[in-house]
């Protein structure tokens, strides 16, 4: 039975908050064999815990008084389980003071030890990636005496510790050869700006794209290559990566490691999702197979995808996070079983916590959930799915944007008191996310009867480079009538809203703008 919008018992208003708040995270799945391993905050703050794979009572993996960092915030992999060591490597802190160090515990779980202790002691560290073949990993170790970035990589089976470079600008590991004789370091400078690297034994490095920004010319334009993700070929002979060289929106490209210099673009067949966004990484599944994430109007859409490193070519041969169950909403996790052909997902929406999937090997397998996370005592039904309300800007720009309005079930009538919801950054995105903090806040207040809009304005990631880089030397600019325009002549006419009743929050760059927004136009 729908809740009342004229309900006013005491205490209704902080209970509902309480329910929305008590939905519990489940996120960066691991699949290996019959066994669901995931991060989750089921004891009040976040763990480690594995399960059957078919569902059952997640089983703790660490002590109860050790608790790990958000994984979007981290940087890197929080984890990575190695089950031919029977061991997993994780990321811990001291008490939250975000040093990273890796340590390792036993598969079944157990006390965490420190791993090359000597190597990471003193240092900042993210684990960048691990290759599951060879049970090799490397990371990125910031330094806290000056600023300077070490690269290192890890024999895991064997304990060997190997410094491959330094930068002050990155070194993070983007790519390897399968033997590990070649490895692709890169630089960023800022959002777009990456250059590519080999380094070799001697200490130097040879270029594979892009001008160090030592070697810059002041005054001279050097494109920006829009790097996010890659990884080595199986042939050893190149690598896949993305890259905005050929669509702002992101693209693949291909490097030839004998052809330093030259990124070749590479197109794929079989997308099928409608909509503006961007591709924001590829994650590398087996031999010459990839999983193509996209952010499409801050939804993610997922591909089964394989690559012809001869005609340098991708197809997307699947669609594993986009549709059905798993539609209008983020991932937060996906993970191959190379030995099942399974993958393991994390994925949540607007009105639905992070839930566990697993999805069969074949094309025609549907997502099962092994989770049932809900708002404690909210049926879905009363929660705002949210509804796309992009507008024109001030200079014809399109601005994505998203209205939520109270649910229909909760009865109220008439044009609804607006707050308007600017996010920080400002280059970020708001999505339909309920594991962010932000929406059991939007939630909260079309409960309460508000109508929330929720602009993506210039500046935003999700759109594309250029749409992002627009706020650059311009806060509080163009953006700011971004605002402005919306408020004024596009919620102004929309029935269901009313603007005479209205009011800004914002936190970080959101508060900024904020009070910008209250100073210079109240």
Excluded at 36 to 49: D, K, M, P, Q, R
Excluded at 69 to 87: A, D, I, K
Excluded at 208 to 218: C, F, K, N
Excluded at 283 to 306: K, P, T
Aim: glycine share 10%.
């Amino acid at each position: 039975m729908a809740t009342a919008a004229a309900d006013s018992t005491p205490g209704h208003t902080a209970n509902r908050i309480e329910a929305l708040l008590s939905a519990r995270l489940f996120v960066e799945p691991q699949l290996v064999g019959d066994r669901l391993y995931f991060v989750s905050n089921l004891s009040g703050h976040l763990s480690l815990y594995s399960m059957d794979a078919v569902g059952g009572v997640p089983e703790p993996l660490l002590p109860p008084q050790l608790a790990l960092q958000n994984p979007e915030l981290v940087g890197g992999h929080l984890f990575h389980v190695l089950p031919r060591l029977e061991r997993i490597v994780l990321m811990i802190d001291a008490d939250g003071d975000e040093n990273y160090m890796p340590h390792v515990v036993p598969l079944e779980g157990g006390f965490p030890e420190p791993l090359a202790a000597e190597t990471f002691s003193g240092r900042r560290s993210h684990l960048t990636d691990v290759d599951d073949e060879t049970e090799t990993a490397y990371f990125a170790a910031e330094s806290r005496e000056e600023s300077l970035i070490t690269s290192i990589r890890v024999d895991l089976a064997g304990g060997v510790v190997e410094t491959l470079f330094q930068s002050p600008y990155g070194a993070f590991v983007a790519a390897w050869t399968p033997d590990h004789s070649r490895v692709v370091l890169a630089d960023g400078y800022t959002m777009g700006d990456v250059v590519l690297y080999e380094p070799d034994r001697a200490g130097g490095r040879t270029m594979l794209y892009g001008t160090p920004i030592e070697d810059r010319d002041p005054g001279t334009e050097y494109p920006l290559m829009g790097f996010r993700s890659s990884h080595g070929t199986a042939s050893g002979n190149g690598v896949l990566l993305t890259t905005t060289l050929f669509e702002d929106a992101g693209s693949l490209g291909y490097i030839d490691l004998a052809k330093p210099g030259e990124v070749e673009p590479v197109p794929i067949a079989g997308l099928v999702h409608d909509g503006l966004g961007e591709l924001e990484r590829i994650q590398h599944l087996e031999d010459d197979r990839f999983a193509l994430v996209y952010n499409i109007d801050g939804c993610s859409w997922v591909y089964d995808a394989s690559f012809d490193e001869s005609g340098r070519a991708g197809t997307a041969t699947r669609v594993l996070v986009g549709q059905e169950e798993l539609a209008d909403g983020v991932l937060h996790g996906l993970h191959y079983d190379t030995e099942s052909g399974r993958f393991a997902v994390s994925f949540c929406t607007a009105t639905a916590p992070t839930q566990l999937y697993v999805l069969g090997a074949g094309a025609a397998s549907k997502p099962a959930r092994r989770t049932n996370e809900r708002a404690l005592a909210l049926a879905p039904r009363l929660l705002s799915s949210g509804e796309d309300a992009a507008f024109e800007s001030h200079d014809g720009l399109r601005i994505s944007a998203r209205l939520y309005l109270p649910s229909a079930e909760l009865g109220f009538e008439g044009p609804r008191p607006l707050v308007y919801y600017v996010h920080g950054g400002p280059q970020s995105q708001e999505r339909p996310n309920f594991a962010w903090f932000s929406m059991p806040l939007i939630q909260i207040l079309t409960l309460e009867g508000f109508a929330v809009f929720v602009p993506n304005a210039r500046g935003s990631t999700g759109y594309g480079l250029d749409y992002s880089k627009r706020v650059d030397h311009d806060w509080g600019g163009l953006d700011r009538l971004d605002h402005v325009h919306a408020m004024t002549e596009v919620l102004s006419k929309d029935g269901r809203v009313d603007v005479s009743r209205a009011g800004v929050v914002g936190r970080s760059y959101g508060g900024y703008m904020t009070l910008t927004l209250a100073a210079r136009h109240p």
